[in-house]
C-alpha cells in the first residue's frame, strides 16, 4: 500500500485539503478544531521558520505556525 | 422610594453581567475598553486569583458590569487563560446572575471565530453575537449577512467596529436588553472530556454552516490583510533578513530601554531629591522628619524612578504585541530553543524579564501546557531585570578598574553584559536540568495562531501602557512602603546618646551599627562570611530581599552617605574600606562572588508573591526562592574562592 500523501510531503504555495490525522489524540485534535484545523479544510504551505520550524500555513482564511511534527501527521489530498 | 424605582428594584436585585469570550486577537479588549470607557478596575476571578478587567456600562441609568475573559480558542481549556475563562462562565451561571456572553469574532475569520460561539449557545448559554472588525472586512471584500446569521445561530447578532465606533449604540442597547430567561447552562468545567470533544467537534461543524449560509467571500481567495500578512512574513521570517531584524528589534528595545530612560530617570531622581529636600525643611527636625526623609521618600523614590523604564518598555513590547510581531519572534526563535526543553512561547516572558519580572511571570499564562507554564515563571526571574542595574552598577564601577580594556574594549561595559549573558546561559542551564525532570512535556501545542499584522492605535497602546504602570506602582509600591518604613525602624532604635564632638556622618554610622538592624546584621554576619561579606553587606542584601535595588539604599544609609547624589561616593567608599588592619575590606572578589550572588538570587518579595497568585501555591513560590538562594549562594561562594 502507498504511503498516504501528508502535509509534509505536499508542495509548497499549493492548496491541499485535510483528510485526517495520524497519531493525534481526540483531545488534541478538538483542540486543532478550535483553531480552526480540521478535516476538510484548506490549506496551503507557505514557508519555514529560518530553523525549519515550525512552518506557516494558510489554513482557511487564517495564518497558523505548525511545528514540523505535526505538519508530517496531517494527511492530505490535492484540493 | 418612589414607586417606579420600588417597581424595577426586584429587577436590579439580579445583576446583569455582560461577559466578553472569543478567540485571541478578536479585538475584544478593545471592544471592552470602547463600551466602558473609563469605568473600570481590576479585580480577582472568584476561586482564583487571576486578575480580570471588569467595567461598568450604563445604559438607561442601568449599570451593567461588563468582564473582558481571557482569550480562548476551544472549549477544552489548554491554557490558564482558558480555564479561567470556562471558570467565570460557569460560576456567574451558578450565581444565578442575569448573565450574557457577548462572544466577539472577527468578521474576516468568522468560519473559525464562531465555533467558541456555537459551542457556548448548544451549552445553553444566553449569548449574543459581536461580529467585530466589520470596517476591516468590508476593505477585504467579505460581506456578512448579520439577520441570517443570526437566525441560524438564534442569537442576536451584531456587526460593530470597536476601533471606529461603528454599531456601538445598537450594542448597548443588545446588551441593556432583556436576557432570556434559560434553562440552566451546562458547566462545561465538570463536563467529561470525551463530552467536550463531541461538543466541540459540533460546534466547529455548526459555525462552518452558519458562516456558508451568511458570509460572501471576494472572488480572490486570499484576503488583503492576509496576503498581506504573507508578504511581511516572508521578510520577518526568512532565512537571513529575519534573526537580523530580531536582533535588530531586541538591540533598540534595550537601547530605548536604557540609553532612552536614563534622561527621564535622572530628570526624576533631582525632582525627588528637591522635594525630599524641601520636606526636610519644612518639617520640623526629629524622629517624625527622620521617619519621613530617610525612610518613606527615599523608598518610595526607589520605586518611582522605574516608572519611565516601565512605560518605555511597555510602549514597545505593547506596540510589538498589538502589531502581531511577537507570535512571529516565538517561531522564530523556537527551534532553537527546542534542545533546552523549551519553545518559542517562552519568548514572550523571558523578553518582558528584562524589565521586571512580575510583567513575564504574568505573561507565561497564555503557555497551553501548564508544565511548560511552570517552567517559564520557574525561569522567567533569572532574567536580568531593571531592579539590578543599579546594583551592578556600583559594584562595577567600585571594583572593575576603569584601566582594565580587554581587547581594548571598555572593561566596565564588558563586565555588564558579560552579567546579562550569565542571566541567559544560567536559565538554558536550568532549562536542561529541568527537561530530566516530569516537568518536561514533549512538544506541548504544535500550532499557534499568527495574526494578521496591524498598525497598533495610540490610543489602545496608551491604555495598555498606563494600566501596567499604574499596577506597577500600586502593586510595587505598597510593599517598598511597608519595608522602607520597617528598615528605618529597624536601624533608628534602639536609640543612641550622642557623643559631642562627632560630626552627624560619624553619628549616623554609629547609631546604625548599634541599631537592631545592625545587630542583625551582625548574628546573620557568620551565614555569610564564607562569601567574603561583612554585616553591611550581609544587612544590606538581606534588606534587598525586598527589591534588589533596596541594597545600594541600604549601604548608603550604612556608610552615612545618604543624600549623596551619585553613586560615585559609594563606590569610592566601598573600594577604600579598610579593616582596622589595613586590609581592603572588598576585594574584586567580594564584588564578583556579589554579582553572582545578584544575578541569581530570587531577592524580590513582589515577584515572589506573583509566582505564587499565578501558580497558586506558596509550595512553588518558596521552593523557588529556596533553590535560587541555594544556587546563588554556591556560586557566589565558588566564584569569591576561586577569585581570592
Same mark, same amino acid.
Given at each position: ?9 505536499? =508542495? ?68 | ?105 472577527? +468578521? ?49 447578532? *451584531? =456587526? ?19 436576557? %432570556? ?51 511581511? /512574513? ?110 518559542? %512561547? ?35 526571574? *533569572? ?48 532549562? *536542561? ?29 496608551? %491604555? ?27 536601624? =533608628? ?35 555569610? %562570611? ?9 544587612? +544590606? ?13 541600604? *549601604? ?24 582596622? /588592619? ?63
Amino acid at each position: 500500500m502507498q504511503d498516504p500523501m501528508t502535509l509534509e510531503k505536499a =508542495a509548497w504555495d499549493l492548496p491541499v485539503r485535510v483528510t485526517g490525522f495520524s497519531g493525534v489524540g481526540d483531545s488534541e485534535r478538538a483542540r486543532l478544531a478550535g483553531m480552526g484545523l480540521h478535516v476538510g479544510e484548506t490549506v496551503v504551505k507557505l514557508l519555514a521558520a529560518p530553523l525549519g520550524d515550525p512552518i506557516e500555513c494558510l489554513v482557511g482564511q487564517q495564518l497558523l505556525a505548525l511545528d514540523k511534527s505535526l505538519v508530517a501527521r496531517i494527511r492530505v489530498e490535492a484540493a | 422610594m418612589t414607586p417606579a424605582a420600588a417597581a424595577t428594584a426586584p429587577a436590579r436585585a439580579r445583576r446583569r453581567v455582560v461577559a466578553l469570550a472569543g478567540r485571541p486577537n478578536t479585538g475584544k479588549t478593545t471592544l471592552f475598553n470602547a463600551l466602558t470607557g473609563l469605568r473600570q478596575r481590576t479585580a480577582n476571578y472568584a476561586g482564583c486569583t487571576v486578575e480580570k478587567a471588569v467595567g461598568t456600562l450604563a445604559v438607561d441609568g442601568r449599570e451593567i458590569e461588563v468582564v473582558d475573559l481571557p482569550g480562548t480558542f476551544s472549549l477544552l481549556p489548554s491554557t490558564e487563560d482558558e480555564r479561567v475563562a470556562f471558570h467565570f462562565l460557569s460560576q456567574a451561571a451558578a450565581a444565578g446572575d442575569d448573565l450574557l456572553v457577548l462572544c466577539v469574532v472577527e +468578521a474576516s475569520n468568522l468560519a473559525n471565530d464562531l465555533s467558541l460561539a456555537a459551542g457556548l449557545i448548544e451549552a445553553g448559554y444566553p449569548a449574543a453575537v459581536a461580529v467585530n472588525m466589520i470596517d476591516e472586512a468590508r476593505q477585504n471584500g467579505v460581506s456578512v449577512d448579520t439577520a441570517a446569521l443570526g437566525r441560524t445561530l438564534r442569537v442576536p447578532v *451584531l =456587526a460593530v467596529s470597536a476601533r471606529h465606533g461603528e454599531g456601538l449604540p445598537e450594542l448597548r442597547e443588545l446588551l441593556a436588553g432583556h436576557g %432570556r430567561a434559560a434553562a440552566a447552562p451546562r458547566d462545561l468545567s465538570r463536563e467529561a472530556k470525551h463530552a467536550l470533544q463531541e461538543r466541540q467537534m459540533r460546534a466547529v461543524e455548526r459555525a462552518h454552516e452558519a458562516c456558508a449560509a451568511s458570509v460572501r467571500l471576494p472572488r480572490r481567495a486570499l484576503l488583503p490583510t492576509i496576503a498581506r500578512s504573507i508578504r511581511l /512574513d516572508r521578510v520577518f521570517l526568512h532565512p537571513v533578513a529575519g534573526p537580523l531584524l530580531l536582533l535588530a528589534t531586541m538591540f533598540a528595545l534595550f537601547q530605548a530601554l536604557f540609553a532612552g530612560a536614563q534622561p527621564l530617570m535622572d530628570g526624576l531622581t533631582g525632582g525627588l531629591d528637591a522635594a525630599a529636600a524641601a520636606l526636610r525643611a519644612a518639617l520640623p527636625p526629629g524622629l517624625f522628619a527622620s521617619l519621613v526623609c530617610d525612610g518613606v521618600v527615599p523608598g518610595v523614590a526607589a520605586v518611582f524612578v522605574f516608572v519611565p523604564q516601565i512605560a518605555i518598555l511597555f510602549t514597545l513590547i505593547g506596540f510589538l504585541e498589538q502589531s502581531g510581531y511577537l507570535p512571529r519572534a516565538a517561531a522564530l526563535v523556537d527551534r532553537a530553543l527546542r534542545p533546552f526543553g523549551l519553545d518559542g %512561547r517562552v519568548f514572550i516572558p523571558f523578553l518582558s524579564g528584562f524589565a521586571c519580572a512580575i510583567p513575564g511571570v504574568m505573561a507565561a499564562r497564555t503557555i497551553p501546557s501548564e508544565k511548560r507554564r511552570i517552567v517559564a515563571v520557574m525561569l522567567t526571574p *533569572l532574567m536580568t531585570c531593571s531592579a539590578r542595574l543599579p546594583v551592578y552598577t556600583l559594584l562595577i564601577s567600585a571594583f572593575v578598574p576603569a584601566s582594565f580594556r580587554p581587547w581594548g574594549f571598555n572593561g566596565q561595559g564588558v563586565a555588564m553584559t558579560g552579567l546579562y549573558l550569565f542571566a541567559v546561559v544560567c536559565a538554558l542551564a536550568l532549562a *536542561l536540568v529541568l527537561k530530566n525532570t516530569p516537568l518536561y512535556e514533549k512538544d506541548p501545542m504544535p500550532a499557534a495562531l499568527l495574526p494578521p499584522y496591524r498598525l497598533p492605535q495610540p490610543k489602545e497602546l496608551a %491604555r495598555y501602557v498606563g494600566t501596567r504602570c499604574w499596577h506597577f506602582l500600586s502593586r510595587a509600591g505598597q510593599v517598598i512602603f511597608v519595608v522602607s518604613i520597617a528598615l528605618w525602624l529597624l536601624a =533608628a532604635f534602639p536609640r543612641r546618646a550622642p557623643v559631642a564632638g562627632e560630626s552627624a556622618a560619624v553619628a549616623a554610622a554609629a547609631q546604625v551599627e548599634q541599631s537592631a538592624l545592625g545587630r542583625a546584621g551582625r548574628l546573620i554576619e557568620p551565614v555569610f %562570611r564564607p562569601l567574603g561579606w561583612d554585616w553591611r553587606l550581609s544587612v +544590606a542584601s538581606l534588606s534587598a530581599l525586598a527589591a534588589r535595588e533596596v541594597f545600594v539604599g541600604t *549601604l548608603g544609609t550604612l556608610y552615612a552617605l545618604e543624600g549623596s547624589p551619585e553613586d560615585g561616593g559609594l563606590a569610592a567608599a566601598l573600594r577604600d574600606a579598610r579593616e582596622p /588592619d589595613g586590609s581592603p575590606r572588598y576585594t574584586l572578589a567580594t564584588a564578583l562572588g556579589l554579582l553572582m550572588f545578584f544575578a541569581v538570587a530570587l531577592q524580590c518579595i513582589s515577584t515572589i508573591a506573583t509566582v505564587r497568585r499565578e501558580l497558586g501555591s506558596w509550595r512553588w513560590a518558596l521552593g523557588q526562592f529556596a533553590a535560587y538562594f541555594a544556587l546563588a549562594y554556591a556560586l557566589a561562594f565558588a566564584a569569591y574562592r576561586v577569585a581570592s
